[in-house]
């Protein structure tokens, strides 16, 4: 299984609401990561996780909550989103660290905030 | 800093035709990967092709091969023999040894459109 799922694959909310997304892999990667991508722009990488660990925090704001569960697992906790935060949300995963491990990126979330 | 420049924002090819995408990058490291990836309309993002710097034969996938001139910090794709299912976004990437994760750098990108 060398596929990365995302759920779900739209997602309309409204600025007061609390929604979640999820992540999933099967690959046995413990590397795992969080991306925003704007229409015709390139990924921009919001979180990275290691082992269950948060690694990296690309100074994403506290509205969006990352959560690793598991080591097949990844969340991104939403609340009171701004309009702008309307984007493709990519879920990827690797074998690890380094950078031999090549990134599988997921489908992604279409998020839309009214 | 480490930067990755796609240039053209846009292009266009004919059916069975080649397509050559540009791809600068700007680096003082001396170990990293580059990488294309494919971003088909409406689906996942997949990897084309990999290069590691201290390798100077270019990497070949098939139809897709790259032109890598590592003193001029190029990287270009050639695609061959295009196809209807190669109409995508196609992004160069970079990732140096030095850093502690698996953190891509990601040009602007070009969208490819494939005519028939």
């Known amino acids: 299984d060398t596929e990365v799922t995302q759920t779900p694959k739209h997602l309309v909310m409204g600025m007061t609401n609390k929604k979640s997304l999820k992540c999933e892999q099967h690959m046995g990667h413990r590397a795992m990561y969080w991306y925003k991508q704007k229409a015709k722009k390139p990924p921009e990488l919001m979180f990275v996780?290691?082992?269950?660990?948060?690694?990296i925090n690309e100074s994403v704001p506290s509205r969006f909550s990352p959560e690793c569960p598991n080591s097949s697992l990844l969340n991104l906790h939403l609340h009171a989103l701004q309009p702008e935060d309307s984007a493709l949300y990519l879920c990827?995963?690797?074998?690890?660290?380094?950078?031999?491990?090549?990134?599988?990126f997921g489908p992604g979330t279409r998020l839309t905030v009214l | 800093a480490q930067t990755v420049t796609q240039s053209q924002p846009e292009m266009s090819v004919q059916e069975a035709e080649t397509v050559t995408l540009s791809c600068t990058y700007d680096t003082s490291e001396n170990n990293y990967y580059l990488f294309w990836y494919k971003q088909p309309p409406s689906r996942q993002m997949i990897l084309v092709i990999r290069?590691?710097?201290?390798?100077?034969q270019n990497a070949t996938e098939n139809r897709f091969s790259v032109n890598f001139q590592k003193a001029a910090k190029s990287f270009s794709l050639k695609i061959s023999d295009s196809q209807l299912g190669d109409t995508a976004m196609y992004f160069c990437a970079f990732i140096s040894y030095g850093g502690a994760t698996n953190k891509l750098i990601f040009g602007t990108g070009t969208l490819l459109a494939v005519q028939p």
């Open positions: 996780y290691s082992y269950e660990k948060l690694s």
């Open positions: 990827a995963s690797s074998q690890g660290f380094g950078v031999y491990n090549e990134q599988f």
């Open positions: 290069q590691e710097a201290y390798k100077q």
